[in-house]
């Protein structure tokens, strides 16, 4: 993972020496096709756990926004809202509860796929597809992609 964030920050210094005035479409642009693609590569898989990870792939983005001279001395979510664009950790969220889905609805091969337990419970707050959060004892299986918290509480919480 560091070597994606360093690779990133190499891609920033590169857009910084050669587009010292941009506008914001123009970074839009540039950022996503050379600084975020390295970011969010295979993000669903290796999505950090650690907030001190995460912080340091938000870093990345929050230097990024603060290249565009207009809004440079803009707090963070305005640079954000400008821009158009969502924080990192959004992105991963989003792109988690997507899987969560295809799995759920059978869009990937059964056969290949993991299994997810569903409660069968039907709640009146919720969705109708809540999932079993099992209990893990060590860390081998406690950050696993379908028994973790960022992936179990965000999709439980989800409306039908």
Not at 35 to 48: A, G, Q, T
Not at 114 to 129: E, M
Request: proline share 4%.
């Amino acid at each position: 993972m560091h070597e994606k964030i360093n690779k990133a920050h190499m891609m920033l210094g590169l857009i910084n020496h050669n587009f010292k005035h941009m506008s914001i479409p123009t970074f839009v642009a540039l950022y996503i096709s050379m600084v975020r693609s390295h970011l969010d590569y295979c993000c669903p898989v290796w999505s950090p756990y650690r907030n001190g990870d995460i912080e340091s792939l938000e870093k990345v983005q929050k230097r990024a926004t603060k290249l565009i001279p207009l809004l440079k001395n803009l707090p963070y979510k305005d640079r954000l809202k400008a821009c158009n664009m969502s924080t990192l950790h959004y992105r991963r969220v989003k792109r988690d509860m997507i899987e969560t889905f295809k799995i759920l609805s059978v869009k990937y091969d059964t056969n290949v796929v993991l299994h997810l337990k569903t409660t069968g419970i039907q709640a009146t707050r919720g969705n109708d597809l809540r999932i079993f959060k099992t209990c893990f004892k060590y860390d081998l299986r406690k950050f696993y992609f379908t028994n973790n918290n960022r992936v179990v509480e965000a999709w439980n919480s989800l409306p039908n």
